[in-house]
């Protein structure tokens, strides 16, 4: 399974980015993706997820920002980003929940990463 993020860029603070992430490969079931985000010298972290039956669940960072989705057909994810601020300026990663098989345990797969850069 490989996941291929893409919508990064540079942006000024107030204004909105759309990130959009496909998975592709072989996969049984998906159960939860989401979306985390790593600054520089911080730790990664969880911006948002939602679940196959799509149950969201966010940071309070970003909450009332930052809206996820998802195309199921596509196995696609999406985050909406508004009012960006210079503090999410981050790498922004997407990462999937799922199964490769029926008999298969659950396991995380996650993508390369889209950087994300508001300026001020």
């Known amino acids: 399974v490989q996941l291929q993020a893409s919508g990064g860029g540079l942006v000024q603070a107030g204004r909105s980015l759309r990130l959009s992430c496909a998975a592709s490969?072989?996969?049984?079931?998906?159960?939860?993706l989401g979306w985390y985000r790593q600054a520089p010298g911080k730790q990664r972290e969880l911006v948002a997820t939602?679940?196959?039956?799509?149950?969201?669940n966010c940071a309070d960072s970003v909450e009332g920002r930052f809206t996820i989705s998802r195309d199921n057909a596509k196995n696609a994810v999406y985050l909406q980003m508004n009012s960006l601020k210079p503090e999410d300026t981050a790498v922004y990663y997407c990462?999937?929940?799922?199964?490769?098989?029926?008999?298969?345990?659950?396991?995380?797969?996650w993508g390369q990463g889209t950087l994300v850069t508001v300026s001020s």
């Open positions: 990462a999937l929940r799922g199964k490769l098989t029926l008999s298969s345990f659950l396991r995380d797969y």
């Open positions: 939602i679940t196959s039956g799509g149950n969201t």
């Open positions: 490969g072989s996969i049984f079931y998906i159960n939860t």
